[in-house]
């Protein structure tokens, strides 16, 4: 059986030093965490928890299973940290989730945002190859055109 390599974002544990065995991180280690990695002025936290199956839009389900704090602020911060070391592994806000929503359009995926290589895409992208190359014909005829017949 071929080895497998270890996931960096799950595979990572806080040791402790006398008996070298595994610190479980709580939900207020997670929150007093989240504290010190809030960089927005005072924090305000509103809800702590442990996302183990399903992973919301704006995360790619690779980090699972991770820990989300959501902060009451002006930008709806939220928090993502790793699950067995509380190491900061996202941060999203509503500029960055607006930011992602318009990257989403630009580049037609609407499910997943990460293929810039869809069929609707490559459809514009040769679609617009079609209109600059009758757009440069129709130049061409018109500038032939005023040079035959005199105003």
Same mark, same amino acid.
């Given at each position: ?14 040791? @402790?030093?006398? *008996? ?5 991180? =709580?939900?207020? *280690? ?5 504290? !010190? ?9 509103? @809800?702590?928890?442990?996302? $183990? ?15 989300? +704090? *959501? ?5 709806? $911060? ?9 190491? /900061?592994?996202? !941060?999203?806000?509503?500029?960055? !989730?607006?930011? *992602?929503? /318009?990257? /989403?359009?630009?580049? /037609? ?8 290589? $869809?069929?609707?895409? !490559? ?15 129709? +130049?061409?005829?018109?500038?032939? =055109? =005023? ?5």
């Amino acid at each position: 059986m071929p080895h497998q390599p270890l996931n960096p974002y799950t595979h990572k544990f806080l040791l @402790k030093l006398d *008996d070298l065995s595994v610190v479980e991180l =709580s939900t207020n *280690d997670i929150s007093d965490l989240a504290e !010190r990695y809030y960089k927005k002025g005072v924090p305000n936290i509103a @809800k702590v928890e442990l996302l $183990t199956t399903e992973a919301p839009s704006e995360l790619s389900p690779a980090h699972l299973p991770i820990w989300r +704090v *959501d902060f009451d602020d002006f930008a709806d $911060t939220t928090l993502y940290l790793h699950r067995n070391t509380g190491e /900061m592994t996202v !941060r999203r806000h509503d500029f960055w !989730r607006g930011f *992602d929503f /318009m990257w /989403m359009l630009h580049i /037609m995926d609407y499910e997943e945002r990460t293929n810039i290589t $869809t069929w609707w895409l !490559r459809a514009f992208i040769i679609a617009t190859f079609g209109f600059i190359f009758t757009g440069v014909i129709l +130049v061409i005829q018109t500038l032939r =055109s =005023s040079k035959r017949k005199p105003l």
